[in-house]
């Protein structure tokens, strides 16, 4: 018995047999080790299933999601990966809104796994500090690549925003469709959420509806 599980393959099971949740993975918090147990467990799923995983063009999937997994999709709940971000004193003496619109968002629903696509629209008062436009989608996306509720993504996303910036004056409009709603459940295909988060002077009216028309909200 012990050897099978030493070399990290299992055993055939019978059918009659309880399916066996934990396997040896290795160890460790590393890329390479969640890489590799990520594999394992998607291609037990896959064999539950009943996919062949013989099959040329399957054989490769588990290695290739959890990659993906961990490296692309998801790598933003490992907060080292998060951009590093210069800022420039606020030199100029801009002290307007500055709206950065329609941000291309990809996230995964926590709850089913399935793809939330849609937009975000960001906008901040400088105050001492600015930072060069694409790090606002660097910080976008750095929060995307968790799985994620809509709500908190929006929160964080503003945090992040706020930290990065030195102030509360931050303001996030987040649009997006759900494909747990679209392909499955009630296969809703015409329905999106909205999201939104108001900080420092955004909270006041004048500043708030500055930034809903910039973004062709009002
Ligand atoms: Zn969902």
Redesign the pocket.
């Known amino acids: 018995m012990g050897s099978a599980q030493a070399n990290g393959r299992v055993a055939a099971r019978q059918p009659d047999d309880p399916l066996p949740l934990l396997h040896p993975v290795p160890h460790g918090d590393g890329d390479t080790e969640k890489i590799a147990a990520i594999r394992h467990h998607f291609a037990r799923i896959m064999e539950v299933l009943g996919l062949d995983l013989t099959d040329e063009s399957l054989r490769e999937t588990p290695q290739r999601v959890a990659k993906m997994f961990v490296n692309e999709v998801f790598s933003g709940l490992d907060d080292r990966n998060f951009p590093s971000i210069t800022t420039f004193p606020n030199t100029y003496g801009y002290g307007e809104m500055l709206v950065e619109r329609n941000i291309s968002l990809h996230t995964f629903?926590e709850?089913?796994f399935?793809p939330i696509i849609g937009k975000v629209h960001v906008a901040y008062f400088p105050g001492e500090k600015v930072i060069g436009l694409s790090k606002l989608n660097h910080i976008v996306k750095h929060f995307a690549r968790r799985p994620q509720v809509q709500e908190r993504l929006t929160v964080q996303i503003a945090e992040g925003l706020q930290r990065v910036l030195g102030t509360e004056d931050v303001a996030v409009y987040v649009e997006a469709d759900?494909l747990?709603?679209a392909a499955r459940g009630v296969e809703d295909t015409k329905s999106s959420t909205v999201t939104n988060y108001y900080g420092g002077k955004f909270r006041e009216p004048p500043e708030r509806r500055g930034f809903l028309e910039a973004v062709g909200q009002s």
């Open positions: 629903c709850h089913h399935l759900h747990c709603v």
